[in-house]
């Protein structure tokens, strides 16, 4: 284009295109520079960014899966359900407050455990000393020490027969795979024992509700719309939720 212009002289012109050009052109003018975004820690620690994202997205996953099945979630959310159905309220609490009060009371009892777990996977990985793979390794054995402590002997017995595994020597040496549905099943059994005590006091005053109005031939009368009022009163008059709430907490200690 600029042979036309300027026949044969184009070329020995492009070094002084610069200088000729005006100084407000190129005042706004930056180089570029390398991205904010720290890829090459992602890769580092023999690892490759795309595995490593991978990984990640896996975990992102499978974490609403993981919060029910490896953390006291599962057990809160199955006695606040079990207390309902003892109150006779079919949707008081909702289902949206029963998770959120139970969310929040498993983020509770996991901050020591997530703390350990920050500590030992995610702050190496950000500074790029291990990989995603490495990471997850690191952070399990916080939350298998957790596990451990809550799950039933019993049945770690019955899922090492399946796993067809030998007895391990340290409880260190239980693998997830064997670890994780004990955890769950132990997690099902202490969840329903303890619906199974909250039954019992409503229990009876439903039978008694029951024998009075059946005495006074108040066959007509349904005795859940006398019984359902005095079990919420009975319930807030002992202040049931911080008794419940801390005998929960409780029994995590």
């Keep these: 284009m600029l042979s036309g212009f300027f026949p044969g002289r184009a070329w020995s012109l492009l070094p002084w295109l610069p200088r000729m050009a005006p100084a407000a052109a190129w005042a706004g003018f930056r180089p570029p520079h390398a991205s904010a975004l ?80 920050y500590e030992a996977s995610v702050v190496p990985f950000q500074q790029g000393r291990v990989d995603a793979l490495q990471a997850v390794e690191r952070g399990a054995p916080p939350l298998r020490r957790f596990m451990l402590k809550y799950a039933r002997e019993k049945d770690l017995a019955l899922f090492l027969e399946l796993a067809q595994a030998p007895r391990p020597a340290r409880a260190d040496d239980v693998a997830m795979r064997v670890l994780a549905p004990a955890y769950i099943l132990s997690e099902l059994k202490t969840g329903f024992q303890i619906g199974a005590a909250l039954f019992l006091p409503f229990l009876v005053i439903d039978l008694v509700v029951a024998a009075v109005t059946t005495s006074m031939g108040m066959m007509q009368l349904p005795p859940v719309i006398i019984s359902t009022p005095l079990k919420i009163l009975l319930f807030v008059m002992v202040d049931g939720w911080n008794l419940l709430v801390g005998s929960l907490m409780k029994s995590f200690t």
């Design 38 to 117: 720290k890829w090459t820690g992602l890769g580092a620690a023999n690892g490759s960014v795309p595995w490593n994202i991978v990984v990640l997205l896996t975990l992102l996953t499978l974490l609403p899966s993981l919060l029910v099945a490896l953390t006291p979630f599962t057990r809160i959310l199955i006695v606040f359900h079990f207390l309902r159905q003892a109150l006779g309220t079919q949707t008081a609490p909702s289902n949206q407050t029963l998770i959120g009060l139970a969310l929040v009371l498993t983020c509770f009892l996991m901050q020591p455990v997530g703390s350990a777990i």
